[in-house]
C-alpha cells in the first residue's frame, strides 16, 4: 500500500511515513542503485532519519545491487516476482464446481472477506520477518480488503459458493495496463476452482474496460499462485530480490 508522504534521502531513498505509522517502526526504502553507489551515505541517512528497517527490492539480473546487498547485511526475505498476460482472456474457466458464482461485492461481503484476508497472505514478506507483529499483520491486510471494497480497488468480485462468501479478487487501473492486486480463498474451500473462476472474471473485467495487459505480482514461495497464473496465461515479466536490514 502506498505511502501517504515520504521523506526523501540519497537518490531515491526515503523514509515511508505510512508503512512507519502502521507498524510503529519506523520504515524506509532504499534504492539499490544508491546502495551501489554508495553505501556507507545510505547507511549514514538511515542513521540520522532513525530507520528501524530498511527495505531493498534488487532485480535478480543486478549483480552489482545483490552484491551490495549482502555486504551491508541485508536479510533476503522474498522473491518477487511480476507477471503478465495480454488479452482477450482465454475461454471461460471450467475447472470450477458448478455451484461457484462470481459477482461483484456488495457491501454486506465485508467481514467475511475480511475474514479471509486476515489468514490468506501468510506467503509476503512481512510475515516472513518476525520483526513485525503477526498481529498487525492481519491487520494490514483487513485494511487492505477493506479499502478495495470502498473504493480502492476499481473492482472487487467474489466467489460465493452455496450463499456463503468464499473468496476474493481486486482489480485496479493502472496508466500501463490492469493489475490484479489481492487474491484469497477461504482454506476450507479450496482446489474447488474458485481461484480460477475469479481469476477468470477479473480477465474478463479488465478486457471490457478496455486494457490490453493485465499484470500481477506474487511470491516465489507461493507455488499455488504461480501455478494458477501460468494456466491462466500469464508468463513471468521479472523477478526481483526483497530484502530486508534491520538497526
Known sequence: MAPDEVTDGPRGCRVLDWDSAFFGRRIARIDARALVANAEEVSGWCQRSGVECACLLVDAADEAGIVAAHEQQFRLVDLRLTLVRPLPPPAAASSSRHDVHIRPVV???????????????????????????????????????????????????????????????????????????????????????????????????????????VRVVTQGRNAPALGLYQKAGFAVQSIEFSYHKWA
Open 107 to 213: 457491501p454486506s461481503d465485508l467481514d467475511a472477506l475480511r475474514a479471509i484476508a486476515r489468514i490468506s497472505h501468510r506467503d509476503t514478506r512481512f510475515y516472513v520477518d518476525a520483526h513485525f507483529d503477526r498481529t498487525r499483520c492481519d491487520d494490514l491486510y483487513d485494511l487492505w480488503i477493506t479499502k478495495s471494497c470502498l473504493g480502492w480497488a476499481d473492482a472487487v468480485f467474489v466467489a460465493d459458493i452455496g450463499g456463503t462468501v468464499a473468496g476474493y479478487v481486486t482489480c485496479h487501473r493502472r496508466a500501463d495496463g490492469g493489475e490484479i492486486g489481492l487474491v484469497g480463498v477461504d482454506p476450507s474451500v479450496r482446489r474447488v476452482g474458485a481461484a480460477v473462476a475469479m481469476t477468470d472474471a477479473a480477465l474478463r473485467w479488465f478486457e471490457s474496460v478496455g486494457f490490453g495487459q
